[in-house]
């Protein structure tokens, strides 16, 4: 079992940065993969970026593509998010989860663990 808590959204203003963090209890961090995952008011939740064992491949949406990069701690049992150049349309409720998978995955069905997650709130 892996709990999953997220922190660091907040309000920002278009062109501005925010920093989300997850913590992740237990000791088998570094087996999961981890990603992150979105969901705008109205829509479905939507793949972000993910991040394989090691932190060494990552991979994301294009939507946030040069923007946003995805790392890992595994010391720490932490994976971030830095979020720069932010648009409106990034509003939203930002997950993190955590998958057995070996591989980078972006299908939402490929996780077995989520956080509550953390709301990013980009004005105009």
């Known amino acids: 079992q892996v709990q999953l808590v997220e922190s660091g959204g907040g309000l920002v203003h278009a062109g501005g940065s925010l920093r989300l963090s997850c913590a992740a209890s237990?000791?088998?961090?570094?087996?999961?993969?981890m990603g992150w995952f979105r969901q705008a008011p109205g829509k479905e939740r939507e793949f972000v970026a993910a991040i394989n064992r090691s932190g060494g491949s990552t991979y994301y949406a294009d939507s946030v593509k040069g923007r946003f990069t995805i790392s890992r701690d595994n010391a720490k049992n932490t994976v971030y998010l830095q979020m720069n150049s932010l648009k409106p349309e990034d509003t939203g409720v930002y997950y993190c989860a955590a998958s057995f998978s070996y591989f980078l995955t972006t299908a939402e069905g490929n996780y077995d663990y989520w956080g509550q997650g953390t709301q990013v709130t980009v004005s105009s």
């Open positions: 237990g000791r088998t961090f570094s087996r999961y993969v």
